[in-house]
């Protein structure tokens, strides 16, 4: 079996290792997560899936399911000369031909009126409170936009629930930490968020994900410095690895430097630009597609990243 595209993250670490040894750590329809030696993950997932940072995809046909593969959890795996096998059974990969895909931001976007990047704000937000799911902590954005900029404009109430309403007094003071540029209240916050709420990236790690990644897409527009941004994003992440899963800790890892999965910096870049309605639109709703709730609650939290500097 030959591999479709790869990271230039995974590009780059097995090229500068030689030899890769790992483990199978979680196999999903979808997705199989690998841990190395050194515990980063390297996630093989199928071609129907939003490439992602540090990614290896294969063609896998929509009916079939990554666990026919014979791949299972805690199995030996081995990366070298260009191949991805199993120490046992007979699963490997070719990755000579790997097309590659650099999850990097992209911040050379043509500037445009303020008027019109309010108006796809607009549209991210009700976008978001009529089509997404909410069962996770995205209603809070309705709380922490009405603080941030008096926002009462929607009248529609979007419904709390057990995990939002516990998240959210203490997801104020991590925001208010983050405006202020106040390091040390911003690392204390984020130790009693990250890792809250269900699921292999919890709900608060996926708002933290989509805020850091439109904060600093944020900054960009203004044309402020960004270095100020990766350091606030670095102090929210500092301790991630112990507070939360693995595939959520690598994530905001990632997110921390802007780094995310491919559907979502599209819609991050549609928000950003002279897009039409139509394909701002497309892409939130893709974003949405992530999960249970985990697309949603990350909009939720790009679009607070959006309007904290606005």
């Not at 079939?64 to 046992?88: A, D, P, Q, T």
């Not at 419904?159 to 991590?174: A, C, D, E, Q, T």
Request: proline fraction near 3%.
């Amino acid at each position: 079996m030959k591999a479709l595209e790869m990271c230039i993250n995974t590009k780059k670490l097995l090229d500068s290792r030689g030899r890769l040894q790992g483990y199978v750590h979680s196999v999903f329809n979808r997705v199989c997560n690998i841990v190395t030696k050194d515990e980063l993950l390297i996630p093989v997932i199928s071609s129907h899936v939003p490439n992602t940072p540090r990614f290896i995809s294969l063609s896998l046909p929509i009916k079939n399911s990554i666990k026919s593969l014979g791949l299972k959890e805690g199995m030996e795996i081995v990366f070298e000369h260009n191949l991805l096998r199993s120490l046992e059974g007979s699963f490997s990969l070719d990755l000579s031909e790997a097309k590659i895909w650099d999850a990097r931001p992209i911040f050379n976007i043509d500037g445009m009126a303020e008027f019109k990047l309010l108006n796809n704000l607009e549209i991210l937000y009700k976008t978001l409170i009529k089509c997404g799911k909410l069962n996770g902590i995205a209603p809070i954005c309705q709380a922490l936009s009405a603080e941030l900029v008096s926002d009462s404009r929607h009248g529609f109430q979007m419904v709390s629930n057990h995990y939002s309403s516990f998240i959210l007094p203490r997801m104020g003071k991590l925001i208010a930490a983050f405006k202020a540029e106040n390091m040390d209240l911003v690392r204390s916050y984020a130790k009693q968020i990250v890792g809250f709420g269900p699921g292999l990236t919890p709900s608060a790690d996926d708002f933290l994900t989509g805020f850091m990644a439109a904060s600093l897409y944020m900054a960009n527009y203004h044309g402020r410095p960004l270095e100020a941004v990766y350091r606030l994003n670095s102090g929210i992440v500092v301790e991630a690895e112990f507070r939360t899963t693995k595939v959520s800790s690598e994530m905001l890892t990632f997110a921390a430097k802007g780094e995310v999965s491919e559907n979502v910096r599209s819609m991050l870049l549609a928000l950003f630009s002279e897009s039409s309605e139509e394909i701002l639109v497309n892409t939130i709703h893709s974003v949405i597609n992530n999960g249970e709730t985990s697309g949603s609650d990350l909009i939720a939290g790009a679009y607070i990243g959006c309007i904290l500097s606005i």
